[in-house]
């Protein structure tokens, strides 16, 4: 059975408790007795203050007195001892000799079980540090031996691509290069949000250049042993550098190369700083690590520390963004060759609707398209699937039991995500409603309106008001039909979101005309002393969009009435029923 570095320590420490205690009983053990001499004691005993008495076969016997005091003296050894003390009424205990050398044997015991246990612990987590470095992942496996994945099996990230493809070219025939003088980039560092293909570049890299592999986790060199996060950096180095040219991939690298701040580096760990140092002294350059390219990714590039962003460390910083819609449109087709798909499939429709879809959220849609139409034995993959999975994906499965929703909670679902779709749609005739619907889902929704903005770049200033204000529409239809005193706790997702958008706007983005250009992250990150200000400015801000969102309800509350009346009716509507209603 694996035992797990926390429950090694507290055995540890139970040990030690126990080995302690039983030094303090074997040495302590006799202490407690007042030494008597034999003559006091015969005097006491006519006085009748003795009340016990406990002989043994030893020199010593002990005793207790009627006040509570305990009592050692000489034992006599006479015959009839015993009957002269019965006589006066003292309760004899006579005690057997075995039971003495017991009490001093079972601590000796105890001690020598305890060292031996702490031995054998001590010399298991030394066998388990060793086989950790033996076995860390991925290691010794060459890139031919995984499956290969090359730049053309990747999609979208471009301009990621095309570094890359340069970095393979410098692998290959790095003669070319020195001609010039340029020098082998030492680390590339991938950034961006989760899901973009960091990884899957990395191992096209490798696959590119045709160099061994070797993939780990920033997490794999956080230990609990003294010093074996720095060893297992080294180890890494060595073993590539044994294999010559290679590629090193090390994901989630803001878990060993979080930034150090004084005495609070990562948690005030010294050994997370000694393994972030080994890392910054291979990729220095003191060790002639040619040939050798660190890749790494992170989710998280403002954490980390500043000497690994250096040049001669990380050469480069790609970023690694969510794809546009041609990169979409690229990764469905992709993603959809090996798969029976429809005629009537537009993947230009999907790519279309999946804005801010990462490229891993894209295959998991045409995968759980199929998996709903394996599951329905379709012979291909159509429209209706890959909407239904669309929805699984964003919101979770329909619940199939709604028994037990009342026709009061259904209205006020209703016009809640009317509230949101009606306000999407007056405020911009760019933004896209494709489905209301008031059926609750796995997720713990009760309903939901999808809005897709269009597709920028950019967001400008009036494009976060207007999502802030389609946020707040369903708290207001809410005020608007039911009363301020009816409101209901449905909205808590959406005014965090509106919280959020708000906060950024006037205190990272500088958007504000009365905060000005102030970055409060800055500010914070400095430990200045922070102004409320931005509090109290964000709630007087969220008040006047909440009015102004107010005022758009209330001029088209007929409209408001249309879509939540046939929500109650239909239960969910698409793009062109909304467009409908408004349009009459």
Same mark, same amino acid.
């Given at each position: 059975m694996k035992i797990n570095g926390r429950i090694k320590l507290l055995i540890v420490l139970f040990i030690s408790i126990v080995l302690f205690s039983s030094i303090y009983f074997l040495i302590n053990q006799n202490k407690e007795y007042k030494e008597m001499s034999y003559k006091l004691f015969l005097d006491q005993v006519e006085k009748g203050l003795v009340t016990k008495v406990e002989i043994s076969d030893s020199s010593k016997f002990t005793g207790e007195l009627k006040d509570g005091t305990k009592f050692m003296t000489d034992n006599p050894r006479v015959e009839n001892f015993k009957e002269k003390l019965l006589l006066y009424n003292i309760d004899v205990v006579e005690d057997d000799d075995s039971n003495g050398i017991a009490s001093k044997i079972i601590p000796i015991i105890l001690m020598i079980g305890g060292i031996g246990v702490v031995a054998y612990l001590v010399n298991n987590g030394s066998k388990?540090? $060793?086989?950790?470095?033996?076995? =860390?992942?991925?290691?010794?496996?060459?890139?031919?031996? &995984?499956?290969?994945?090359t730049f053309d099996d990747i999609a979208g990230n471009e301009e990621a691509k095309e570094s890359l493809k340069e970095l393979v070219d410098f !692998?290959?025939?790095?003669?070319?290069?020195?001609?010039?003088?340029?020098?082998?980039?030492?680390?590339?560092?991938?950034?961006?949000?989760?899901?973009?293909?960091?990884?899957?570049?990395?191992?096209?890299?490798?696959?590119?250049?045709?160099?061994?592999?070797?993939?780990?986790?920033?997490?794999?060199f956080v230990q609990v042993y003294a010093g074996l996060g720095a060893s297992r950096i080294r180890e890494l180095f060595k073993?590539?550098?044994?294999?010559?040219k290679s590629v090193i991939f090390i994901d989630e690298l803001d878990s060993l190369g979080k930034a150090r701040k004084g005495g609070n580096f990562n948690g005030n760990s010294e050994e997370g700083?000694?393994?972030?140092?080994?890392?910054?002294?291979? =990729?220095?350059?003191? @060790?002639?690590n040619e040939g050798i390219v660190v890749i790494a990714a992170t989710n998280r590039i403002d954490t980390l520390d500043e000497?690994?962003?250096?040049?001669? %460390? #990380?050469? %480069?910083?790609?970023?690694? *963004?969510?794809?546009?819609?041609?990169? %979409?449109?690229?990764?469905?087709?992709?993603?959809? $060759?090996?798969?029976?798909?429809?005629?009537?499939?537009?993947? $230009?429709? !999907?790519?279309?609707?999946?804005?801010? #879809?990462? *490229?891993?959220?894209?295959?998991?849609? =045409?995968?759980?398209?199929?998996? &709903?139409?394996?599951?329905?034995?379709?012979?291909?993959?159509?429209? @209706?699937?890959?909407?239904?999975?669309? #929805?699984?994906?964003?919101?979770?499965e329909e619940k199939k039991d709604r028994s037990s929703i009342s026709i009061e909670?259904?209205?006020?679902?209703?016009?809640?995500?009317?509230?949101?779709?009606?306000?999407?749609?007056?405020?911009? @005739?760019?933004?896209?409603?494709?489905?209301?619907? !008031? &059926?609750?889902?796995?997720?713990?929704?009760? *309903? #939901?309106?999808?809005? &897709?903005?269009?597709?920028?770049?950019? $967001?400008?200033?009036?494009d976060i008001l207007s999502n802030i204000m389609i946020a707040l529409g369903g708290r207001v239809a809410e005020d608007i039909i039911f009363g301020s005193d009816n409101i209901t706790t449905g909205a808590s997702s959406d005014l965090q979101k509106a919280t959020e958008m708000t906060i950024l706007m006037i205190g990272s983005y500088g958007m504000d005309e009365k905060l000005g250009l102030i970055n409060y992250d800055v500010v914070v990150n400095n430990n200045l002393t922070t102004d409320v200000s931005l509090i109290e400015r964000a709630k007087e801000m969220l008040e006047n969009l909440y009015n102004e969102t107010k005022n758009i309800l209330i001029e088209n509350k007929k409209y408001l009435d249309l879509i939540a009346n046939e929500l109650i009716v239909k239960e969910s509507l698409n793009e062109e029923q909304i467009d409908q209603i408004l349009a009459n």
């Open positions: 388990l540090a $060793q086989r950790e470095m033996a076995n =860390m992942a991925n290691l010794d496996t060459p890139a031919s031996s &995984i499956d290969k994945v !692998i290959k025939e790095p003669e070319k290069y020195a001609k010039y003088g340029a020098r082998l980039p030492k680390g590339v560092l991938l950034y961006g949000p989760p899901g973009t293909g960091k990884t899957l570049l990395a191992r096209a890299l490798a696959s590119e250049a045709n160099v061994p592999y070797y993939a780990v986790s920033g997490s794999d073993r590539a550098k044994a294999n010559g700083e000694r393994t972030l140092n080994a890392l910054l002294t291979e =990729m220095s350059g003191f @060790k002639g000497a690994l962003l250096r040049p001669g %460390r #990380f050469d %480069r910083q790609i970023e690694v *963004g969510l794809p546009d819609i041609n990169a %979409r449109l690229a990764i469905l087709r992709l993603h959809s $060759q090996n798969k029976p798909m429809s005629e009537d499939v537009d993947l $230009q429709k !999907i790519a279309c609707e999946t804005v801010y #879809f990462s *490229g891993a959220k894209l295959e998991n849609l =045409m995968n759980e398209s199929a998996m &709903i139409a394996a599951r329905e034995r379709d012979k291909k993959i159509t429209m @209706k699937h890959i909407d239904k999975a669309y #929805f699984n994906v964003l919101v979770g909670d259904k209205k006020i679902t209703a016009y809640h995500e009317a509230g949101h779709a009606l306000v999407s749609k007056k405020l911009s @005739k760019l933004n896209r409603v494709t489905k209301v619907s !008031i &059926i609750p889902s796995t997720k713990g929704m009760g *309903g #939901f309106s999808l809005n &897709i903005p269009p597709d920028r770049m950019y $967001q400008t200033k009036k």
